[in-house]
């Protein structure tokens, strides 16, 4: 139980194109969800958080307008990325909770290329 | 501040030996506790998790931790270590309402035959 999926798990897109990464539970009702970016060898960076039918919540330093965040229901989250750009490149995590709160469940992350 | 810090950036061991990876937080309450690993290229699995009671927890793939109220630490334990146990480990601690996680900068755990 409790799997997170992401797709794509791969996209390499063009400067000034926009990518859409979807982030879904496929066996519970995510209540939130969150959004990470990592660097190579580095830690999770948590961009956002997302309860469904709200807006995101978003970590200092991260740009809403260019990560656009959607979480129109309890199995579904999606993140856009505008304009991408290639320090945009990265690997994104999504995770999901349930309303008990605190354990996160993770996707298998996508790797966003951009040339 | 609150903070998760993980010392060691990279651990050796050899197959068969025993494991210790450190974790300590910054918390003037007690937080929730997990230690995650990742595959390279892959999403985190939760290895174990500590949000109250017995302080010595139990989790998968044989892996156990502690928690010392005292030191602040979760410290990561296997008896025996596997191939298949290199891995990047993330310890993550959730202190506030919020649910977020704060994750440590990782330990990058090698396996030598």
């Known amino acids: 139980g409790a799997v997170v999926s992401q797709h794509p798990s791969r996209v390499i897109c063009k400067s000034g194109t926009s990518v859409k990464i979807e982030c879904r539970s496929l066996d519970f009702q995510a209540t939130t969800m969150f959004w990470y970016r990592q660097f190579p060898k580095k830690s999770l960076m948590l961009m956002a958080t997302?309860?469904?039918?709200?807006?995101?919540?978003?970590e200092q330093g991260v740009e809403k307008d260019k990560f656009l965040i959607n979480h129109a229901s309890l199995t579904l989250s999606t993140l856009t990325v505008t304009s991408a750009h290639p320090e945009d490149s990265s690997f994104y995590i999504c995770?999901?909770?349930?309303?008990?709160?605190?354990?996160?469940?993770f996707g298998p992350g996508t790797r966003l290329t951009v040339t | 501040a609150q903070s998760v810090t993980q010392p060691d950036i990279h651990i050796t061991v050899s197959e068969g030996a025993s494991l210790e990876l450190r974790c300590n937080y910054s918390y003037g309450a007690t937080p929730y506790l997990f230690w995650y690993v990742q595959s390279p290229g892959q999403g985190l699995q939760l290895l174990l998790k500590y949000f109250s009671g017995d302080t010595l927890v139990q989790g998968i793939k044989g892996f156990e931790a502690e928690f010392k109220r005292s030191q602040s630490s979760f410290n990561l334990r296997k008896p025996s270590v596997h191939w298949s146990d290199a891995a990047e480990y993330f310890c993550?601690?959730?202190?506030?309402?919020?649910?977020?996680?704060?994750f440590g900068s990782g330990t990058r755990l090698l396996v030598r035959p």
């Open positions: 993550a601690v959730g202190m506030d309402s919020s649910y977020k996680l704060i």
């Open positions: 997302s309860n469904e039918g709200s807006k995101a919540t978003y």
């Open positions: 995770s999901a909770s349930t309303i008990t709160g605190y354990e996160q469940y």
